[in-house]
């Protein structure tokens, strides 16, 4: 099983872009297809994006399509989302997750998760 670790949140202004890394220990990580999520103040876990085991298939939710790119480095254990055009709303934290072999649009699916990146779109 793996553990997750997110990384690279932060403050930025509307229309700057931002990359979360999420760092993966343990064994098999390439067994493993990858989602992302995130939570709003106020607001329940929606889905962003999932990328398959082996980086060849990745999905977006609509609110993020021609934003946002998730991808994964399988030799660092690395998945990424690089968030470019940042607004306002997508103000909250991000979770990156694991299960294995399939990809889900669906969180409760995912098994493990990291603990989670704060990202803040004002100004």
């Known amino acids: 099983q793996v553990q997750l670790v997110e990384s690279g949140g932060g403050l930025v202004h509307p229309g700057d872009s931002l990359r979360l890394s999420c760092a993966a220990s343990g064994r098999a990580f390439s067994s493993y297809a990858m989602g992302w999520f995130r939570q709003a103040p106020g607001k329940e876990r929606e889905f962003v994006a999932t990328?398959?085991?082996?980086?060849?298939?990745?999905n977006y939710a609509d609110s993020v399509k021609g934003r946002f790119t998730a991808s994964r480095d399988n030799a660092k254990n690395a998945v990424y989302l690089q968030m470019n055009s940042l607004k306002p709303e997508d103000t909250a934290i991000y979770y990156c997750?694991?299960?294995?072999?399939?990809?889900?649009?669906?969180?409760?699916?995912?098994?493990?998760w990291g603990q989670g990146a704060k990202v803040t779109v004002s100004g």
């Open positions: 997750a694991a299960r294995l072999i399939t990809s889900s649009y669906d969180g409760r699916e995912y098994p493990i």
């Open positions: 990328i398959s085991w082996n980086g060849g298939v990745s």
